[in-house]
């Protein structure tokens, strides 16, 4: 009896505030399904950590990764470097990776067969300033985002991604919930041959 399972990576993309980070913690606290972390110039929150939430990166030292793809989003750069895929997939052969719908195609031509794409969304778009302010956000931080050409692309799936991602409609964590282990049901069937 063998166990044959290959590296794949769970992107999941969206805009601001739908809640691809609380999805990726539940992969991660539900399905031991780790994060790979990205680097950002973006200062951190209050409640963030370099090294758990993001590597927070200055301009000078943003340069130094290896980038499968990296983005600037309201006005900072994002990137996912080869370095902390190969170190998760070391690890573990299942990762998550959390990313705008830029970051999100490119994966989908680099490695299409290796990744499973959650399209993160919520019902009514105006619930999204409520969320970003009680996670804390600096106001001048949401109103920057908010009216960023980015988030407003962000609200809508890509037509790129239409064909492969799964739409996980978050307007209540239980809905989400049901949707994700919905989906999980079926990628560890396909996955994992006993
Ligand atoms: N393409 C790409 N997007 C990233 C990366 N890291 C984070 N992001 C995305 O950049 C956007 C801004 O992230 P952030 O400032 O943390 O705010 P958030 O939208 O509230 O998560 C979000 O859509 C993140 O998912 C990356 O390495 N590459
Ligand atoms: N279904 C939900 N109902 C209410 N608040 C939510 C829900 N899902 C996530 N949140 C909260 O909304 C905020 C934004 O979620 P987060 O996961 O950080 O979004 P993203 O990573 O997409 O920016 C967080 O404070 C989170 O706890």
């Known amino acids: 009896m063998g166990r044959a399972i290959a590296n794949q990576l769970i992107v999941i993309t969206g805009a601001s505030g739908t809640g691809k980070t609380t999805i990726s913690h539940y992969l991660r606290d539900h399905y031991g399904i780790q994060r790979v972390l990205t680097h950002t110039t973006r200062p951190p929150r209050a409640n963030e950590v370099d090294g758990r939430d993001y590597y927070f990166e200055t301009e000078e030292s943003f340069k130094k ?21 190969q170190k998760a997939w070391q690890q573990q052969p299942f990762v998550s990776l959390v990313l705008e719908t830029k970051g999100a195609e490119a994966y989908a031509q680099v490695m299409p ?25 600096v106001p001048q931080e949401i109103e920057k985002r908010l009216a960023s050409a980015e988030f407003k692309r962000d609200l809508q799936v890509p037509t790129a991604l239409k064909s492969i991602a799964h739409v ?15 989906l999980l049901k079926e990628v560890i069937k396909t996955n994992v041959k006993l």
Do not use: W
Not at 76 to 85: I, M, N, P, Q, V
Not at 117 to 127: E, K, N, R
């Open 168 to 182: 996980i409609v978050n307007d209540t964590f239980e809905q989400a919930q049901a949707q994700v282990d919905q």
């Open 113 to 137: 067969k290796q990744i499973i794409v959650l399209y993160v969304t919520v019902s009514d778009p105006q619930v999204l300033l409520d969320r970003l302010k009680r996670r804390g956000d």
């Open 65 to 85: 990764n290896h980038y499968i793809e990296s983005v600037a989003y309201s006005g900072y750069h994002y990137g996912s470097s080869r370095e902390a895929l």
